[in-house]
């Protein structure tokens, strides 16, 4: 078991990361990926559409992913009319939020590019641990191990072409 599952992990928010208990990195870093977002009190809103989508199952079960995390900030700043629409519609749903998602566990160095994401489609990371960009999205907490997956906690919802 990690003793300091935060230690590889970088960026400003890092701090907002609970330092003990089931959203804690080391907390985090047992559990399966939908499992452990689902103990961070910043990830509300996207385990809850994770949940709506019907995708717990397939990232928890699923051998390596890095996952793309937008904070319940990240869906604050969408209409409150447009957030509700998407949560209803299972299929535009799963579009975005596989969007997030891309195969294989990777750090930093392995992460920054272009990368096919598990919608069939691409995002672009750039920068490093001095700071980082998902399609122009900030990362906020990057490199956080869980069971099955590497996340990267990011400040706003990425949405397909």
């Known amino acids: 078991m990690a003793s300091d599952a935060g230690a590889q992990t970088f960026g400003p928010g890092c701090s907002a990361i ?13 559990e399966p990926v939908a499992s452990a977002a689902s103990a961070n009190p910043l990830l509300k809103t996207l385990v809850a559409a994770v949940g709506k989508a019907g995708l717990v199952d397939t990232l928890n079960s699923a051998d390596g992913l890095t996952v793309f995390a937008p904070t319940d900030d990240a869906f ?22 596989t969007h997030h998602v891309v195969a294989g566990q990777l750090d930093p160095a392995q992460v920054a590019g272009t990368q096919d994401t598990l ?42 072409s």
């Open 18 to 30: 609970p330092t003990s208990g089931g959203g804690s990195f080391d907390g985090m870093a047992t």
């Open 76 to 97: 604050a700043k969408i209409p409150s009319k447009d957030l509700n629409a998407v949560l209803k519609d299972k299929a535009t749903l799963t579009k975005i939020l």
């Open 119 to 160: 919608a069939k489609d691409q995002i672009t990371v750039e920068g490093d641990e001095n700071g980082m960009t998902v399609d122009g999205a900030k990362v906020l907490c990057g490199n956080i191990p869980t069971a099955n997956a590497t996340v990267y906690v990011i400040d706003s919802v990425l949405m397909p």
